[in-house]
Nanobody
Framework: QVQPVESGGGLVQPGGSLRLSCVVSGLPNSAHSMGWFRQISGKEREFVAAKSDRGDKTYYADSVKGRFRISRDNSKNMVYLQMDSLQPEDTAVYYC????????????????????WGQGTQVTVSS
């Protein structure tokens, strides 16, 4: 029943910006970490960003620090990924995921701890 759905991907030129959105339907009203992951062609899935339920814990992959920002609007069951200064190496399928956690202050970076995954949205950075 829990189903994250991503949107907002597309084609953008290097240096451009995109904002990805994820709405999670059927999510129980308990603590969940929300995360963004991506899979670059030919590489393993990798962590991008995560945010705790109450928003006081955030983590970013080194590759996106200073360029990407994760945010949540729990009242709307939404999570966002603002991506600025996009580079060709950011081209990937981006996935939104939700993980049940014990604390509203916990943000999870381990993909294996996430139970619910979206179908992914393609981000292509190319000139």
């Amino acid at each position: 029943q829990v189903q994250p759905v991503e949107s907002g991907g597309g084609l953008v030129q290097p240096g451009g910006s995109l904002r990805l959105s994820c709405v999670v339907s059927g999510l129980p009203n308990s603590a969940h970490s929300m995360g963004w992951f991506r899979q670059i062609s030919g590489k393993e899935r990798e962590f991008v960003a995560a945010k705790s339920d109450r928003g006081d814990k955030t983590y970013y992959a080194d590759s996106v620090k200073g360029r990407f920002r994760i945010s949540r609007d729990n009242s709307k069951n939404m999570v966002y990924l603002q991506m600025d200064s996009l580079q060709p190496e950011d081209t990937a399928v981006y996935y939104c995921a939700a993980a049940a956690v014990y604390s509203v202050h916990t943000a999870v970076v381990d993909a294996t701890q996430y139970q619910y995954w979206g179908q992914g949205t393609q981000v292509t950075v190319s000139s």
